[in-house]
């Protein structure tokens, strides 16, 4: 229980960095507006128990991911076809020129658990094909309000059931980013526990695993974080659906973690999950798992919109992929 009892901060503003690269600072300036508001501080969140206002919100959103994905989908060079796994839609992702045709990659999609499917989840699942060179499966998990807890986390392990039937999983690696890595973690929980063999590896990008949002950094970085300034508690009660959200189920940091494959776990030091990651990280350590954590220096929520420090985390993911797979040596 929080007493109250802290460090008084000081009113002070809080400075671009030097120390990252120019399009990293660039991105953090244009993401605050004149009066050092977080342009993302400003959007009107419906609460949890507005169905209507969620849905608009939805489509707005869905738009502007639209619009954001735009260059990248035309970059992309896989072929994405869409697939229907018992309740789940699946946009499955071919690389044109394949490294590894038995492996296969699930890539869970981040959006606090409410956004980020559709196109997007399609044009991410082609990103993630292009940059392995294996197939990927992106799921494109049912979300609230129409959907609420448990049918995202029902989903996706429907989809590691099927693809464990068309790969070993020895070849298999799961990825999840944000609200992604929250599922993709609770989903090998739950899959450990129904006896299913796990993957070879777990990529969690700045992974949303704890919906209490108790970590330290859900106050030290409230409004630094430029692109997640504040609680997303409205989304995690949406989500819930009146669940308890300190259930290892639905805040899956608070589970068990032995057996887990070798993971890869990446944060910022302005991530508001920041906080997240770490105490994942240690969890992962005390149950003797093969961890990796990588923390960029200012990086909000998401990274830097294609800045150097993103193509150098890609290229972390990229090697750490080819090594649990055993394409490179340990």
């Not at 292009?130 to 029902?154: K, S």
């Not at 949303?208 to 430029?226: I, K, P, Y």
Request: proline share 7%.
């Amino acid at each position: 229980m929080d007493d109250g009892h802290g460090v008084r901060i000081e009113a002070r503003t809080i400075p671009v960095p030097t120390s990252i690269s120019a399009h990293a600072r660039e991105y953090l300036r244009d993401k605050v507006a004149a009066d050092g508001v977080p342009h993302n501080a400003r959007i009107a969140v419906p609460t949890a128990d507005d169905t209507e206002g969620w849905i608009r919100m939805q489509a707005a959103v869905e738009q502007h991911y639209a619009q954001a994905l735009a260059a990248a989908a035309g970059r992309v060079r896989a072929q994405a076809r869409t697939l229907q796994v018992e309740t789940a839609t699946v946009h499955l992702a071919t690389p044109i020129e394949p490294q590894d045709p038995d492996a296969a990659l699930i890539e869970l999609h981040g959006g606090a658990l409410v956004f980020g499917g559709g196109q997007a989840c399609r044009i991410g699942a082609c990103v993630q094909a292009d940059l392995h060179g294996v197939a990927c499966y992106g799921v494109d998990y049912r979300m609230p309000p129409a959907h609420p807890y448990p049918a995202a986390l029902d989903d996706c392990l429907a989809v590691y059931r099927a693809v464990l039937a068309r790969h070993d999983a020895a070849r298999v690696v799961i990825s999840g980013r944000s609200a992604g890595g929250n599922l993709a973690v609770a989903m090998l929980q739950r899959a450990r526990d129904e006896g299913l063999p796990l993957p070879a590896g777990l990529v969690l990008l700045s992974p949303e695993v704890d919906l209490t949002e108790s970590g330290d950094s859900f106050q030290v970085n409230r409004t630094v974080d430029v692109v997640l300034p504040g609680s997303l508690m409205a989304q995690n009660l949406l989500y819930a659906g009146g669940a308890d959200l300190a259930d290892p189920r639905l805040s899956p940091l608070f589970g068990r973690f032995d057996g887990f494959p070798p993971t890869f776990l990446q944060s910022g030091t302005r991530d508001l999950f920041l906080s997240n990651t770490v105490r994942l990280h240690r969890a992962l350590r005390r149950a003797d798992v093969d961890a990796q954590l990588h923390v960029f220096e200012a990086m909000p929520h998401g990274g830097f919109n294609g800045a150097p420090e993103d193509e150098e985390l890609a290229r972390e993911v990229a090697a750490f992929v080819r090594r649990v797979l055993g394409r490179a040596p340990a």
